[in-house]
């Protein structure tokens, strides 16, 4: 089955800087990737997909994340952080050929005033 | 666009007591709706596949008599908890395909917090 995997469980940045929440992926031919926010008890917020054509792939709240398919990632990265970006962040694939989605095991994000 | 609401936001029961759970797609139509649970702090975990006419597909360990679906239209999606107990208290997340769309993009309820005493 197609899978992703989110090697950090916390990411903390100071507001300003740069964000980066990695993701990796294993599947077979070309994915659908996507990324989902979650602000404490939530549900959860679409960010962004991939689904074909170009890499860099441009979303909400100014993040983006680039398809990178030597290095199987789809990072999502965000120029300058905000506070208001803290949050729990879920890349997710579908895991076959049907509708469902398999989640990663997200990454907290803190951005520090 | 693309809104799916939940119904309550947060509940409380005793032990022993059903508790039902609505998901509605508002501005679409929704052949496929899913149910989440999800532990503070973790991932979603997937119960079951909530099809339109026809009947849910529970994961591998849900039990199916224990969090029964019902997805009698395409705007409308039930998860009723019976005979809850107090391990069954979690946050519980719906989400559903826009028919029209050709691949996996799921649109999020805001949660249904369970709390069983």
């Known amino acids: 089955a197609q899978s992703v995997a989110q090697p950090e469980d916390q990411v903390n940045v100071a507001e300003g800087n740069p964000l980066t929440v990695k993701c990796t992926y294993s599947?077979?031919?070309?994915?659908?990737l996507f990324w989902y926010v979650q602000y404490p008890n939530r549900g959860l917020q679409f960010l962004l997909k991939?689904?074909?054509?170009?890499?860099l792939v441009k979303g909400s709240y100014g993040f983006e994340a680039e398809f990178n398919k030597s290095q199987t990632s789809f990072h999502l990265k965000k120029p300058s952080a905000l506070v208001s970006d803290s949050a729990l962040y879920f890349c997710?694939?579908?895991?076959?050929?049907?509708?469902?989605?398999?989640f990663g095991a997200g990454t907290t994000v803190t951005v520090r005033a | 666009g693309a809104v799916v609401s939940q119904h309550p936001s947060w509940v409380i029961c005793k032990s022993g007591t059903s508790v039902k759970i609505e998901c509605r797609s508002l501005d679409f139509q929704a052949t496929t709706m899913f149910w989440y649970r999800q532990f503070p702090k973790q991932s979603l975990m997937l119960m079951a596949t909530s099809n339109e006419g026809s009947k849910a597909t529970y994961e591998q360990g849900v039990e199916k008599d224990k969090f029964l679906i019902n997805h009698a239209s395409l705007t409308l999606s039930t998860l009723t908890v019976t005979s809850a107990h107090p391990e069954d208290s979690s946050f519980y997340i719906c989400?559903?395909?826009?028919?029209?769309?050709?691949?996996?993009?799921?649109?999020f309820g805001p949660g249904t917090r369970l709390t069983v005493l």
């Open positions: 997710a694939v579908p895991p076959g050929n049907d509708y469902k989605l398999s």
């Open positions: 989400s559903a395909r826009d028919s029209a769309m050709d691949h996996n993009e799921q649109f």
């Open positions: 991939y689904i074909t054509g170009d890499n």
């Open positions: 599947v077979s031919g070309n994915p659908y």
